[in-house]
């Protein structure tokens, strides 16, 4: 049998496009389903700098089995590229985020772009033990993502990415729950209206860019009522602050500057929190 050339590269082209939809999986059906007996999980993600020689972004969980479990167990390469529709869910109008005013710079319509076109990722979790809802932890870096300097990306690595906690309703709505910087955890020890208990993270000179303190931060401890998360415990971190300000300081002295810089981090936080 006699094939025409051009009939037969039409064939191939079919056939090509074919099997790439059939290959193709998108990023919530990728989704790598985690343990649900645990208590705590820890979500840790990776964006190193953005050469053909590294890795490409990436993200793990460590879960505990229980308050005594020091080690915990890594589950490696959980998170996946988010979909466009989560990604768009978290800027979208109809999204209800009561941390939107908090971090103002990542919800400008330019930003929101930018983030579009990043790799940004996403693993699913429960959250509340509700078969009706869905929830995520997502995170991006925005030192790369959203920087105008282009070379930032080639240069710079990023181990405190942005992170968010969506849930999506069953009506199909879409809510924020929690939003931070760095690791995020989420403690299944107290829960309240069957939703756990969640830890972020501020970091200072991200939020406050322009202050003369660049170092110090917080972690926040949310717990749920009344339809949202509210603030239940903060607890003021300062230890980066030793490299940057005091690195040969020891003893009484050292003590002394560490007290000092972590009330200077508090003050920023307080404000941030009004």
Not at 41 to 53: D, G, K, N, Q, W
Not at 58 to 83: C, I, T
Not at 209 to 220: K, M, N, S
Not at 263 to 271: G, S
């Amino acid at each position: 049998m006699v094939y025409n050339t051009t009939t037969f590269s039409r064939l191939l082209l079919i056939i090509g496009c074919c099997l790439s939809t059939v290959s193709h999986v998108a990023p919530d059906e990728a989704a790598v389903k985690l343990p649900t007996n645990w208590y705590k999980a820890a979500f840790e993600t990776r964006f190193p700098p953005i050469v053909p020689a590294l890795p490409a972004a990436n993200g793990w969980v460590v879960l505990y089995k229980n308050k005594a479990d020091l080690m915990g167990e890594q589950h490696d390469d959980v998170f996946r590229p988010l979909s466009p529709a989560l990604n768009a869910a978290l800027s979208a109008d109809s999204t209800e985020n009561p941390f939107r005013a908090r971090y103002p710079a990542f919800y400008t319509p330019t930003n929101n772009r930018k983030r579009l076109d990043c790799a940004v990722l996403g693993v699913p979790f429960e959250l509340d033990d509700k078969p009706n809802t869905q929830e995520w932890v997502i995170a991006f870096s925005a030192t790369q993502c959203l920087s105008d300097d282009e070379s930032a990306k080639l240069r710079q690595g990023d181990t405190e990415p942005h992170q968010w906690v969506l849930q999506k309703a069953a009506n199909g709505k879409y809510r924020v729950l929690a939003e931070g910087d760095g690791s995020l955890h989420v403690l299944n020890h107290q829960k309240e209206q069957g939703y756990k208990e969640i830890r972020t993270r501020l970091v200072l000179k991200r939020a406050f860019p322009r202050d003369e303190l660049q170092c110090g931060g917080a972690e926040f401890t949310w717990r749920y009522r009344n339809q949202g998360y509210y603030l239940a415990a903060t607890e003021i971190m300062a230890q980066d602050c030793q490299p940057l300000y005091f690195p040969e300081l020891t003893g009484e002295a050292w003590q002394y500057a560490y007290d000092e810089y972590a009330r200077r981090a508090k003050v920023l936080v307080e404000q941030w929190v009004q």
